[in-house]
């Protein structure tokens, strides 16, 4: 699996922007709440901290445990850094306030956790009463779709069988997620799917390139440099000849309130 902290991979994922279906689907969830200070717990390389700022959220903060990923963030340097700072923290202790943030987000983070509520917990620790906290991650069904010309993922299970015992085991059923925000004191629990667009690549050779440095996709660091010669092939005899490939994968997104005082 991909070492998060070793600073070989601090661009890996930098260099592409959160898409319109995304800002969309979280314009409808913020439905209008005044969002001065929002947090992007497990950021990365700070696409979803930098797109919540075109939302119109007035400040970001972007955590992450990972100071090599933290870097990569912070030296994009294309976003106002009154608006939007980079620090490191844990999901569990991120090290941020108390009631102090109107929203905080956790975008493909939970597989990572082998315990949702302590984070959950600290999600609803720092929030606001009543403030807003949206998780976005793949569940089973989500992963294991059949793969197509704008699913690309998919076809890494019907070639490669052994990778899904990898997301078995770190994937959670939606009723387990919904049941973690419960036990972590929030309520109003929502649940939707959300068909995100990665990246559009003009070329399949500029795709390619970066299935080769295994870009974007943590679980291509379970592949040999033969497998990913051999999912390239498999790929390119299956999608139509067009001078573009448009890469996408199903997301669920749930969303909940903090309990305010006597709730």
């Known amino acids: ?23 969309q689907q979280m314009e409808g969830i913020i439905d209008g709440r005044v969002v001065d200070k929002a947090a992007d717990i497990g950021c990365g390389g700070g696409i979803y901290s930098e797109a919540l700022l075109k939302l119109g959220v007035g400040s970001v903060t972007g955590i992450d445990y990972s100071h090599s990923m933290i870097k990569g963030a912070s030296e994009k340097g294309n976003y106002n850094e009154q608006a939007l700072q ?70 890494l299970f019907t070639l490669f069988p052994r990778l899904k015992s990898i997301e078995e085991n770190r994937r959670y059923e ?7 925000l419960m036990r972590a004191g929030f309520h109003s629990i929502q649940e939707t799917t959300l068909w995100e667009q990665r990246k559009r690549y003009e070329t399949k050779e500029e795709f390619y390139g970066e299935v080769r440095l295994r870009k974007g996709r943590s679980i291509l660091y379970e592949l040999s440099d033969e497998e ?5 092939s498999y790929i390119d005899k299956r999608i139509d000849k067009e001078a573009y490939i448009v890469d996408q994968d199903r997301w669920t997104i749930w969303w909940a309130i903090k309990k305010g005082e006597g709730a």
Request: a negative charge; proline letters at 1%; aromatic letters at 12%.
């Open 86 to 155: 980079f620090v490191q923290g844990k999901a569990t202790e991120t090290g941020e306030n108390t009631n102090s943030f109107d929203l905080v987000i956790e975008r493909a983070l939970i597989h990572h956790l082998e315990n949702l509520v302590p984070a959950f917990h600290e999600a609803n620790r720092i929030l606001k009463d009543e403030g807003l906290f949206v998780v976005q991650d793949r569940t089973l069904d989500d992963c294991f779709l059949q793969g197509n010309q704008h699913h690309l993922r998919g076809f």
């Open 1 to 23: 699996m991909i070492d998060f902290h070793d600073e070989s991979n601090m661009y890996t994922y930098t260099d592409r922007n959160a898409h319109d279906q995304w800002l």
């Open 174 to 180: 939606s009723e387990f997620v919904k049941k973690a």
């Open 228 to 232: 990913i010669e051999q999912y390239i």
